[in-house]
């Protein structure tokens, strides 16, 4: 399909606006982003890969005399995921877990079986029991960096990408905007809120360009 308008805000992620001109899943701007690229360059797209992990019961809320039954997060610093979240405040048999930077390089590419057995694992060795793995009842894996329509999660400035992230915002010729987490410079990069602040900051953009 064909899509005609004065202005645009591009809000495509980081990992993607990065891909060469004619890798699989590139976007093509004609005339090309020339002005974006010392930016793209300065920025890196980070490696993550998150599984969230459906139990039978919310077995952790029953150990230790219920010690952690109002936990938000668990920290494994030495496990294969260093990080676990709860549903919290809801209260269901749910536990993300996450892992980021190098953990996450040394999982990329491996089988969704593998990936979700090593989640467990962290578990069993995080609270010393054993047997979680007979708990649980389904498993979803999401490796960000293979993911087509990221190809990376949370975006990090590189060494020497001092003030990539204004640079990327800027608009060009009144023409393009851009907005997503990559681009915030002014609160929360590499966030959910990022991105949005982004996005209200793109848009005021456009109306003062009008």
């Known amino acids: ?3 005609t308008a ?3 805000i591009i809000t495509l992620p980081l990992g993607v ?15 090309a982003l020339s002005s974006k690229r010392k930016a793209l360059k300065g920025l890196v797209a980070g490696v993550v890969i998150k599984v969230p992990l459906l139990f039978r019961t919310a077995f952790w809320e029953e150990l230790d005399g219920g010690r952690y039954r109002n936990a938000s997060f668990f920290h494994a610093p030495e496990g294969p995921f260093p990080t676990y979240w709860t549903a919290a405040p809801e209260r269901a048999p749910l536990l993300n877990a996450w892992a980021g930077g190098p953990k996450a390089l040394r999982l ?19 609270f010393g029991h054993g047997g979680i793995e007979s708990l649980v009842q389904a498993a979803w894996v999401h490796d960000w960096q293979k993911d087509p329509y990221a190809r990376g999660a949370y975006s990090y400035v590189a ?21 997503g987490e990559a681009t915030d410079f002014e609160r929360e990069p590499a966030t959910v809120a ?3 602040q982004s996005g209200l900051r793109a848009a005021r953009e456009v109306l003062e360009d009008q």
Do not use: N
Not at 17 to 31: E, H, I, T, W
Not at 108 to 116: D, E, P, Q
């Open 108 to 126: 990329t590419g491996k089988s969704a079986r593998v990936i979700v057995r090593q989640a467990v694992r962290g578990l069993e060795s995080m």
């Open 159 to 179: 060494v020497g990408g001092h003030g990539a992230r204004e640079e990327l915002a800027a608009p060009m010729r009144k023409t393009l905007y851009f907005a």
């Open 6 to 8: 004065p202005r645009a």
């Open 194 to 196: 990022g991105a949005l």
């Open 17 to 31: 606006l990065q891909l060469p001109p004619r890798a699989r899943g590139a976007v093509l701007f004609s005339p």
């Open 1 to 3: 399909f064909r899509v």
